[in-house]
């Protein structure tokens, strides 16, 4: 049974615990936080008791209902209100789910910054999180194959830092002025609106085909990077390159980078497409049950950083959105920790309402002149106003916890009262002045002093045309199950393109990373196949691309998913090892029964036991929504046998590569079932482990530890 908390009860104590550590940020919304089961009565807006809201007022003559009256104040008040309940979706990210947490810095960077949030060790920065796929729309599947967006909020005390990261290093194009272009191409296709959440379509092949500079990053779309299992599980990163500014004024350019703890783990594709529709808030819930069951997800948050002399000594741009600063050249300093601890209370106003801007950084931390950088300090701002409004910026979930004042006034929705006689500066009083004022100010936001000089052009510098070097170098450093995942996701991207130049072209492009993944791409989507390489492999490897080397640095199964399936006649013995030792794992043990109402184990007795109610029946859930499954013996594996859901699991389950358990008489439902396989089963008595399958039998009843084993060797294979 899953250890769900009661969330009333988990919100209080959290509230607690957030504002004993600090986190000012809970404190600050709370003062606009409603409990609806205080009210006593509904009111209209304007706070009068309402007396009746179900029925509309109208004339009724005992036997027929006449017409309504439009003297109905408050049926048109809750019309009114119904009809005005949406706001624009995210022109892109419109998909998303969000959290609160904290970052604590463990090493300062004062030797690149004088950012306090950065420095300042003692410090316990409140963040929102908001996780989100760029494709689909607000109601669109959380498994898509899509990038993932990664944006992070810390309400420092110098103002709001934004982190408006993905969770993928690079990105498609290196100008902004491109935005528009690719995401009409990425977005469902003019004419009919189609596909949702999805870049199998020719438009997006036929865009970043003519932008080769796109290649670097559609192999990593085409990676299991773009399939995660949990937002928990994947990388952050801010993708642009910004600049530190140290207390001597000194400059560097910096990357930012979060990892999780947990590793970075993917779904299989055949899983994350039948998620979609099987359970297409897999990922909104998973977050959820993970903070819920206190599984608090956690990142390092690391800096790479190069010293503005150092600027020109890349191959690349370092400016190139496009390029990663490969680790072997700049490595990666672990300062901080990012936690989610915390759900929100309210989806809408919380998550929904959430904006972020590039353009928001804090003393210590500014810009480069990374072009699409550039653009995104113009666009965010932009698009919040469109999507909330000029004064986004007062909304709970949005406004600092630092003090902030200034001459801005009115605009619609202004909820802020500012007393005193002047609204502008310099003013008679000397009232709200800026830093620089009487010279004496500190701490107020100063731009880098750069140098700069050259010629208007609409051009990009040299080394932004060289597109396929850091596309090989990914590819080279992919284990070979993750390129044969890559193989498989343009064989299914590219078919669903109906165009012909559109999948042959693209069999070309791919000819120019590496030749035998273009004719295996060519053979399944049914392009001429490519002859001879496009551009030669350098055959050149980097560390920190495949997700196999973000081994969790202590491999845990809490938070994984659990189904235990039972009918009646179950081992309650073998039940109760693995539910109890999963538990103290901290992992999430589900029961799924053949019904939903008592199931009995085997010898139990029905008039005085109340057997187990399951979390599910078979027909409810499906094995992808789980980890690991686990069969105990006993007498039901006779009726387990003979449903066709029970097989359907485990085979599927296998497929997925998943953990799968048995004892006693289920070692031979398991082994029945994938006897079409050819395996080598262990079926000794002290649970064997087929390390490379993740099947685990016992013959007897005992030893559950054999299944947490192979349950964690499970997902770090995938
Ligand atoms: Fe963007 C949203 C990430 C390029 C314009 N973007 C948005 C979100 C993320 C990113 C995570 C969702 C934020 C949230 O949760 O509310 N975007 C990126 C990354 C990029 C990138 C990592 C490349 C480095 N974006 C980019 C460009 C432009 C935009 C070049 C425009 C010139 N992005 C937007 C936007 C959005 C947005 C239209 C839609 C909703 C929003 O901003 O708040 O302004």
């Not at 830093?435 to 880098?448: D, H, L, V």
């Amino acid at each position: 049974m899953a250890a769900t908390v009661a969330r009333g009860l988990q919100k209080a104590e959290d509230t607690v615990r957030a504002v004993s550590t600090g986190e000012k940020k809970v404190a600050d919304i709370t003062r606009d936080t409603v409990d609806v089961q205080q009210g006593k009565f509904i009111t209209t807006d304007h706070g009068v008791r309402v007396h009746n809201t179900d029925n509309w007022l109208r004339v009724v003559d005992g036997k027929h209902s006449g017409p309504s009256l439009l003297e109905d104040q408050i049926a048109r008040e809750k019309i009114h209100r119904f009809d005005h309940e949406r706001i624009p979706e995210r022109v892109v990210h419109a998909r998303g789910t969000g959290a609160f947490g904290n970052f604590r810095l463990k090493e300062s960077a004062a030797d690149v910054t004088s950012a306090g949030v950065l420095t300042d060790t003692s410090r316990n920065t409140p963040v929102f999180v908001r996780f989100s796929t760029v494709q689909g729309s607000r109601g669109s599947a959380d498994t898509v194959r899509d990038v993932r967006g990664f944006a992070v909020k810390f309400y420092t005390d110098e103002g709001n830092w934004d982190i408006v990261g993905n969770n993928i290093p690079v990105f498609f194009i290196q100008d902004s002025i491109k935005f528009p272009d690719f995401v009409h191409a990425v977005k469902p296709e003019p004419q009919n609106e189609v596909p949702q959440g999805q870049t199998a379509h020719n438009n997006f092949w036929d865009f970043v085909y003519l932008h080769s500079e796109a290649t670097h990053m559609f192999m990593w779309t085409m990676s299991d990077r773009a399939i995660p299992r949990s937002f928990r599980m994947m990388q952050g990163f801010g993708v642009n390159t910004f600049s530190l500014v140290n207390k001597e004024g000194k400059r560097h350019f910096v990357k930012f980078h979060f990892i999780p703890h947990l590793g970075v783990h993917s779904l299989v594709w055949d899983e994350a497409l039948k998620l979609a529709g099987q359970d297409p808030d897999f990922h909104r819930k998973d977050l959820v049950e993970a903070i819920d069951n206190k599984a608090y997800p956690k990142w390092d948050f690391a800096i790479q950083t190069i010293p503005e002399e150092n600027q020109d000594d890349f191959e690349f741009d370092i400016l190139d959105a496009t390029k990663i600063w490969p680790e072997e050249l700049v490595p990666l300093r672990v300062i901080g920790e990012l936690e989610l601890n915390r759900n929100v209370d309210e989806f809408f106003p919380e998550t929904e309402q959430a904006a972020f801007c590039t353009s928001h950084v804090v003393p210590g931390i500014d810009f480069s002149d990374d072009p699409l950088l550039q653009g995104r300090n113009f666009s965010y701002f932009d698009t919040q106003i469109s999507r909330l409004g000029i004064n986004w910026e007062e909304l709970p979930i949005n406004r600092p916890v630092c003090p902030m004042m200034n001459h801005n006034r009115d605009g619609a929705m202004r909820h802020r009262i500012t007393t005193g006689t002047v609204n502008y500066w310099p003013n008679r009083f000397e009232a709200c002045p800026p830093t620089n004022f009487k010279q004496g100010g500190k701490g107020g936001f100063t731009s880098y002093p750069q140098n700069i000089a050259g010629i208007k052009n609409r051009a990009l510098s040299p080394k932004f045309r060289e597109h396929h070097s850091q596309a090989q170098l990914f590819y080279n450093s992919l284990s070979e199950h993750e390129k044969a995942h890559v193989a498989k996701a343009f064989s299914f991207e590219l078919d669903h393109c109906d165009d012909p130049i559109v999948y042959e072209r693209m069999t070309l492009r791919l000819a120019e990373i590496e030749l035998p993944l273009a004719q295996q791409v060519a053979t399944m989507v049914g392009a001429p196949t490519p002859k001879k390489a496009g551009m030669q492999n350098h055959g050149k490897k980097a560390r920190g691309l495949s997700q196999v080397d973000f081994a969790p640095k202590n491999p845990t199964i809490a938070s994984r998913r659990i189904a235990i399936i039972v009918d009646d006649g179950y081992d309650p013995i073998a039940f109760a090892g693995i539910n109890g030792a999963a538990m103290v794992a901290g992992a999430l043990p589900f029961v799924i029964g053949s019904r939903r109402q008592p199931i009995f184990a085997d010898g139990e007795d029905r008039s005085s036991s109340k057997g187990v109610t399951p979390d599910h029946h078979y027909d409810g859930m499906r094995s992808t929504m789980f980890d690991a499954t686990f069969i105990p013996g006993g007498p039901h594996v006779q009726t387990l046998s003979k449903n066709g859901l029970v097989r359907h699991w485990i085979a599927e389950s296998f497929g997925h590569l998943k953990a799968i358990g048995a004892t006693g008489d289920a070692v031979g439902l398991v082994q029945r079932v994938l006897a079409g396989v050819d395996l080598q089963f262990s079926t000794s008595a002290n649970a064997g482990v087929m390390e490379s399958y993740g099947v685990v039998t016992a013959a007897g009843p005992q030893k559950p530890e054999g299944f947490k084993e192979a349950f964690q060797i499970l997902k770090d294979s995938t």
